[in-house]
């Protein structure tokens, strides 16, 4: 019942948080009531239009995230050996990048543990697979996270990744070696916008591009395949919003932006509880990289939204 409750506060919907449970909507509503009930309180106020916490509720919620933490963490201690020897599911999105470096040194530093890599795209969309078991790490923007989501996650900063721009190749920014953020004014970009599992790296990307007179493209569907993603770019016309370590696209460049240095940040991100030994390596291996490259170490005058730079600092 605590879960079904977390999940409707997260998401203040009765049918998202019966889909993020997997349940029928009609099971999640017996579970809130039956907890109603047992507290002889009210803890939502429902309208045609609305729902939302009543002072109950508010009062419930950090009681409720204690509770399923340290459930959440008991059942992980007793898991038996075996369950701890499992390959481990990371998800790192691209065969490129942060992540995937990251998961690159580990296996050099383990490899008698097996890392079972995944590549999903977003840090939204494998949440779900983190907090249901079906991934156990993946690699993103902690911030971007519904709070009741990040309150049965952990996670580990790894790197303020600079963010770059991917221009077609006879774009005339494309000519120099570092593009300045007020340069893109009047242009559009695609960042994410439409694919549910990208939504926090869509919203890093609005708040970059508030004020400063740039476009963000119309949102399309979730872009399968870097073949498919050439295809609808290329016929759009639009410019990516992205990281600077990024898959190679033919006919196009990949430049920094700069003036400021917009960041990225990235963590590791895992189920909170979870016991296995390839998560120790893992975040070595982040360590290690982060030590070796500076990762955490931001640019003077870099940008970067303040709940970031809150959650990375811990």
Partial sequence: MLRAFMAVADELHFTRAAARLYVAQQALSRDIRRLERDLGTMLFLRTTRQVRLTPEGERLLPYAQRVLAAHDELSAAFADGAERARPLLVDVGAPVGTAYRVLERARGAAPDLEFAARFHSGLTGAAEGLLTGGLDVSF????GLPR????RLS???VRYEPMAVL???????AARAAVPVASLAGETLYTGAGNAHTAEWTALAARLFEGRGIEAAAPYPEIDGPAEFLRVVRKRGWS?????????????VLRPLVDPVPLSPVSVVWRRGLRHPGLDVLRAAARELGTEGGWLSRPRGAWLPPEDARLMAG
């Fill in 240 to 252: 990516v919003l992205a990281s600077v370590e990024f898959i190679e696209v033919p006919g196009m």
């Fill in 140 to 143: 993103g923007r902690i911030a």
């Fill in 148 to 151: 009741g989501v990040r309150n």
């Fill in 167 to 173: 221009l077609p190749a006879e774009h005339p920014l």
């Fill in 155 to 157: 996670h580990h900063p």
